[in-house]
């Protein structure tokens, strides 16, 4: 009898209330409170009653409003943001934006646009973009322009316009966008480029167009922000027809899918005639390089031949001495050397990425780019024993290098002695075979970020991070630790300044409460991914204000003490852990409760246990772990009951005791 009365007793007291509020209705997203909205594909043909008067953006794309009109957004009166991409309009009617004085951006990309009434944009006096991409517009004609005086830009790609003339009172004062790109424009006339006269600094877009022809002199002293002729077969016809014109970005790459004939090196004597500072010629054939070809780009300063097919440059180039970045990307060089570097000296900025062949380093091939800055050689296939000083020999003012994604790099004791002043160093997804005991970024003065992630270190040599006094960021990701545990005397005390420290994927199950100790600097710290429990936060209690991210791990209680220790953070994320909602955790669930400001994810931090609460938010889980009413009735007669055993108990024994002695 006890035994049941006590039974029923620990099930009243421990049984916990638990409730989940579902909240999944199709309304449009609060992104800002009464401002911004997000309304995308939920079928919507009208404007929702939910939507306050205030809403300022809206993100109205894949509805339904085939013909719009003056009251379709009549009391949105303060909308600056409009999109309606995919919302199959095919009508918009007299005075439909009328009340829209304030509206800045309005999208109506890829709606089968019939008719736009004359006086259809007559609201919106500050309309600053505007998009008709894929709205199969085929005349500029079409669009109402009269009213668009602060137009900055207008986007008009893949439509069927043939000529790029922009109607006679079209206001270009403003403009600085127009974009062409995958129309039917093949040929550019004088008369169509004086109606972009007074649009100066203009940024032009014309890719995939097939611009056959330009007549002569029909860009002759216009000034281009950039012009983009992407995909233009010919490009003699572009070099002639852009005499005596400036442009500070000449866009003339070209695209996998078309069959592009040979470049001579006779098409670039047009750059004599004009000036231009930045040019990208990508995935171009050239028929042969010679050390004259690029004589007429000594106004160069920027140079783009990304997978230009090129094998080498010739040694005494002439014209590239003014060059300051040079991008050499995918293309096929066995050797660094093969550039032939000296003929660029000004250099600040040199990628060499994603090489097609390995690409050996050879022996100061770069040495005579003293100024060089920047210097990215990942993706390479680099392979290398002893890495990197003969190699970057001189590079004195490097700041910048990536040697990420390579093969296996060996890495003596200081081995970036060349490059003193760096503060940049990836080596991301590279193998690095450092040996015991040393540290190869030695005397890196200045280093403020390297980036570590998979480079299968050994991270039991305590010297490998030696001689990093400026370092603030350090990406470990993915490297192993001895037992995947993080010790007290680990080789991360010695970076005192370090303030973001990466160790996600690093499979490990704990950490030293005194691991990070000397690290008083750090405020972003990401353990995600690995395996811990909550007591490796103890290693976290010095500091404070930390953006913490601890996803997808092992914890499932947090204990009391503890809690402190998360309040002083600003922000954690605790998805993806099998968190406990039962009243063993009570005290972690009411911190949440009280703390979810400081709470990321807060969609994906579910309850794993117990199996009736799995996969509910923990903001939805109400517990009541206190002793209810009934509770201590039954803990009341429970007690009562129990005294009466008692005595019966003692007087039975002392009876019984009695009786033998
Ligand atoms: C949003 O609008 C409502 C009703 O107009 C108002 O009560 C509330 O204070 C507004 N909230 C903010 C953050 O502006
Ligand atoms: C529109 O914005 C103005 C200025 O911020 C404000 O005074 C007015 O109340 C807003 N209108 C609506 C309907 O929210
Ligand atoms: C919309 O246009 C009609 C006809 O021109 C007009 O009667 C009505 O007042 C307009 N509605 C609004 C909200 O301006
Ligand atoms: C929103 O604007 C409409 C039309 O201007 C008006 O009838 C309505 O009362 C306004 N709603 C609120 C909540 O102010
Ligand atoms: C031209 O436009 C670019 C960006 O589009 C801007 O950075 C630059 O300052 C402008 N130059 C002049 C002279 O207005
Ligand atoms: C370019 O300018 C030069 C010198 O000012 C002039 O001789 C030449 O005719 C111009 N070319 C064109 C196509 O206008
Ligand atoms: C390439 O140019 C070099 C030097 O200008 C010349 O000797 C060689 O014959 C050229 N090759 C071809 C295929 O045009
Ligand atoms: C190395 O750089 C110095 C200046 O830092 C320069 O004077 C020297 O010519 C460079 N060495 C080579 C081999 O280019
Ligand atoms: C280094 O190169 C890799 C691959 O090209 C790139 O993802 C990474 O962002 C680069 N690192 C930096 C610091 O730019
Ligand atoms: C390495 O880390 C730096 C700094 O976070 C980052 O900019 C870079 O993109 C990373 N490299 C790769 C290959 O992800």
């Not at 999109?83 to 007299?94: A, F, N, S």
């Not at 990942?378 to 024993?385: A, K, L, P, Q, V």
Request: aromatic share 8%.
């Amino acid at each position: 009898m006890a035994l049941d009365i006590s039974c029923f007793f620990l099930v009243a007291l421990f049984s916990a209330s638990c409730e989940a509020i579902a909240s999944s209705d199709l309304t449009c997203i609060e992104k800002e409170t009464n401002k911004t909205y997000n309304c995308e594909n939920l079928g919507l043909s009208e404007i929702p009653g939910t939507l306050p008067n205030s809403t300022e953006c809206l993100e109205f794309s894949f509805n339904f409003l085939p013909t719009i009109q003056n009251t379709t957004f009549s009391r949105l009166v303060n909308l600056t943001f409009l999109d309606l991409t995919r919302c199959q309009i095919y009508w918009i009617h007299e005075d439909t934006f009328q009340s829209q004085r304030q509206l800045d951006t309005l999208v109506l990309t890829a709606n089968p646009l019939i008719f736009m009434a004359e006086t259809a944009l007559n609201g919106p006096v500050a309309l600053k973009h505007l998009f008709f991409t894929q709205t199969g517009m085929s005349s500029l004609d079409f669009i109402p322009v009269h009213n668009l005086k602060s137009l900055e830009s207008l986007h008009l790609g893949s439509n069927h316009i043939s000529s790029i003339k922009l109607p006679k009172n079209f206001p270009t004062e403003k403009l600085k966008v127009l974009d062409f790109q995958n129309n039917a424009i093949h040929y550019l006339s004088k008369e169509d480029m004086e109606s972009l006269r007074h649009a100066t600094n203009l940024s032009l877009n014309l890719k995939g167009n097939d611009i056959t022809r330009i007549e002569p002199g029909a860009f002759k002293s216009t000034v281009f922000q950039s012009l983009d002729f992407g995909g233009t077969l010919d490009l003699l016809v572009i070099f002639r027809g852009l005499q005596n014109s400036t442009v500070q970005s000449l866009w003339l790459g070209t695209f996998e899918d078309i069959d592009d004939k040979e470049i001579s090196s006779s098409v670039f004597e047009g750059l004599c005639e004009m000036s231009v500072e930045s040019i990208n010629l990508q995935k171009h054939h050239f028929l042969n390089i010679s050390s004259n070809t690029f004589h007429c780009f000594t106004s160069l300063h920027e140079l783009d031949l990304t997978a230009t097919h090129l094998r080498q440059l010739p040694s005494g180039v002439v014209g590239l001495h003014n060059l300051k970045k040079l991008v050499l990307s995918a293309n096929k060089f066995d050797n660094l050397c093969q550039i032939n570097a000296a003929s660029f000296p000004s250099l600040t900025h040199l990628y060499i990425k994603g090489n097609e062949k390995k690409l050996a380093l050879g022996t100061g091939c770069l040495d005579n780019l003293e100024n060089l800055r920047l210097l990215d050689l990942s993706h390479d296939d680099i392979e290398t024993s002893d890495c990197c000083n003969v190699q970057l020999k001189n590079l004195s003012h490097l700041q910048s290098l990536n040697l990420s994604y390579n093969e296996p790099l060996g890495l003596k004791t200081e081995a970036f002695q060349e490059c003193p002043q760096l503060e940049l160093l990836d080596l991301a997804f590279t193998q690095l075979r450092v040996n015991a005991a040393q540290s190869p970024f030695q005397n890196l003065h200045l280093l403020k970020v390297l980036n570590l992630s998979h480079c299968l270190l050994d991270t039991s040599n305590q010297h490998l991070l030696d001689g990093l006094p400026a370092l603030q960021h350090l990406n470990l990701q993915g490297n192993r630790f001895p037992n995947g545990n993080i010790p007290k005397t680990n080789p991360l005390q010695i970076l005192e300044s370090l303030e973001i420290l990466m160790l996600s994927f690093c499979d490990l199950s704990s950490i030293d409460p005194q691991a990070f100790a000397q690290l008083k600097m750090m405020n972003h710290v990401d353990l995600s991914h690995n395996r811990l429990t909550s007591s490796s936060i103890e290693a976290l209690s010095h500091l404070k204000g930390l953006y913490l991210n601890l996803a997808s791990n092992s914890i499932s209680i947090i204990p009391p003490d503890l809690l402190p220790i998360l309040s002083q953070q600003k922000t954690i994320n605790l998805r993806q852990n099998p968190l406990d909602c039962t009243c063993s955790n009570v005290y972690f669930l009411e911190w949440y409760k009280e703390n979810m400001h400081r709470v990321k994810d807060i969609e994906a931090t579910l309850c794993a246990n117990p199996p009736l609460l799995r996969g509910v938010r923990l903001s939805d889980v109400t517990l009541s772990c206190s002793i209810t009413a009934v509770g201590i009735f039954f803990l009341i007669v429970f007690l009562l009951l129990s005294t009466v055993a008692l005595i019966f108990a003692v007087k039975y024994f002392l009876r019984w005791k009695y009786q033998h002695i």
